[in-house]
């Protein structure tokens, strides 16, 4: 690690944080949360820490052998740990109406959820929904289950008297989108796809900053005690790649600037959905554990009301 990924932020914690650290001594006895993307990376490390602090996590997974094993792991290392694994392919509006359908059939409460899962650097390829694969689930995937469990989140938030939170695991590449944002009439346009760059990941990163944000403004137009944030996780290793493996030559790129082990990579997360500093914050970017902004953007009060409209006319 570079000297200045030690230097403390505001919070009191850096980049060189993990998620173990800035969840000490926090206890999320009686909490319910939704990890995607749970089943590799900083999604398994974050379902290990919440399980860890007594939270009820869910795995949302494609692969719900590789889930099982994560939880196996989980309550090995934990005696008594509440994890479970549910099937959730996030390119699939079926798969995710089946999975929220589900949940919420459950009866289970639900505090926290987290929209971890996401691909990188995929060559052109369209969703079982006939939408850019980046765009579709990395953004509207989520978009459309956060909708589909948000009555559960508001029915928990009062009657717990808690206050839910959703955070979007996004990117700091969300500051190198297109000139004007985000180009809606192009989403699937393969002639200007380029898997390095606005037209696919960064774009999706966009959304996922445009969305929380609107879904802040919404909640908090409508009174309900549920935060929406955005956050980079940083730089780390994980099988995000597994689409493209000339990607290593960007990481190892990225690298030079901030490099995370998946400890570190999932403390922001961590730190967002269960910290008591972030409690009544809401609408706003973290990174490295700490406050950050958003690009200007991100920032765009009329861009994310047209993704928001744009977005439901695709899941309707």
Known sequence: MWP??????????????????????????????????????IGTETARVLALRGVHVIMGVRNLAAGEDVKKAIVKEIPGAKVDAMELDLSSMASIRKFASDFNSSHLPLNIL??????????????????????????????????????????????????????????????????????????????????????GYRQSKLANVLHANELARRLKEDGVDISANSLHPGVITTNI??????????????????????????????????????????GEFFSDNNLSEASSHGRDIELAKKLWDFSMNLIR
């Open 4 to 41: 200045f990924h030690r230097k403390l932020g505001p919070s009191g914690f850096s980049s060189s944080s993990t998620a173990e650290e800035v969840t000490q001594g926090i206890d999320g006895t009686g909490l319910t949360a939704i990890v995607t993307g749970a089943s590799s990376g």
């Open 241 to 282: 790649f597994r689409h493209n493996n000339i990607a290593n030559s960007l990481f190892h790129w990225l690298g030079r600037f901030v490099h995370k082990n998946v400890q570190q990579g999932a403390a922001t997360t961590c730190y967002v959905a269960l910290h008591s500093q972030v409690k009544g914050v809401s």
């Open 114 to 199: 987290i929209n971890n899962a996401g691909v990188f650097a995929t060559q052109f390829m369209l969703s079982k929904d006939n939408i850019e694969l980046h765009f579709a689930t990395n953004h509207l995937g989520h978009f459309l289950l956060t909708n589909l469990l948000l009555d559960t989140m508001k029915r928990t938030s009062c009657e717990s008297s808690k206050e839910g939170r959703i955070v979007n695991v996004s990117s700091v590449a969300h500051r190198a989108s297109y000139r004007e944002g985000i180009r809606f009439d192009q989403i699937n346009d393969n002639s200007r796809y380029g898997a390095w760059t606005a037209s």
